[in-house]
């Protein structure tokens, strides 16, 4: 499989996580940032890998754990996706993204009414996220200064 090739704002991210990561060796994120930057370059094994280091340093990062779920789900290594997912979902039981990755993975391993279940807590904790922020939203409305005053 022929790789991508970085764009150049990718290739500036990858060198900025690279000097991230000489200053803070530890730092968990900045290998997670690094798998999602491969990921989308399709760069897998080196996604992989940076994953791999994100968790070494973090096993409990949900970010690093669906990233991994994603990768493997995107290289059709279903079984591995699944494993990643669930991992994830342990840690992010509310997640939209989870529930629908896991959905996508149970499809494709022939498991529907599975993948039924996870589709549907998907969109319930879509819509939830979508009720709480519309209720933000209108907690913080601007009144029409029109309205706002006494009529003459």
């Known amino acids: 499989m022929a790789h991508a090739r970085l764009g150049d704002n990718d290739d ?12 803070e060796p530890d730092l968990a994120d900045n290998y997670a940032q690094l798998g999602f930057l491969y990921t989308r370059a399709q760069k897998f094994s080196e996604s992989e890998r940076a994953f791999g280091e994100a968790l070494r340093r973090d096993p409990r990062m949900a970010a690093a754990r669906l990233g991994l779920a994603q990768l ?7 079984a591995e996706a699944l494993r990643e997912a669930d991992a994830a979902l342990q840690l992010l ?4 993204n989870v529930h629908y990755l896991r959905g996508r993975i149970l499809t494709r391993l022939g498991r529907h009414e599975e993948a039924r279940t996870e589709l549907a807590a998907a969109q319930k904790a879509m819509d939830q996220s979508l009720g709480k ?3 933000d939203l209108e907690e ?10 006494e009529p003459n």
């Open 93 to 96: 039981p509310e997640s939209q």
């Open 140 to 149: 913080k409305a601007i009144p029409t200064p029109e309205l706002t005053h």
């Open 133 to 135: 922020a519309r209720e």
């Open 12 to 23: 500036l991210a990858e060198q900025e996580f690279r000097k991230d990561i000489a200053i």
């Open 72 to 78: 493997y789900f995107k290289e059709e290594k279903f």
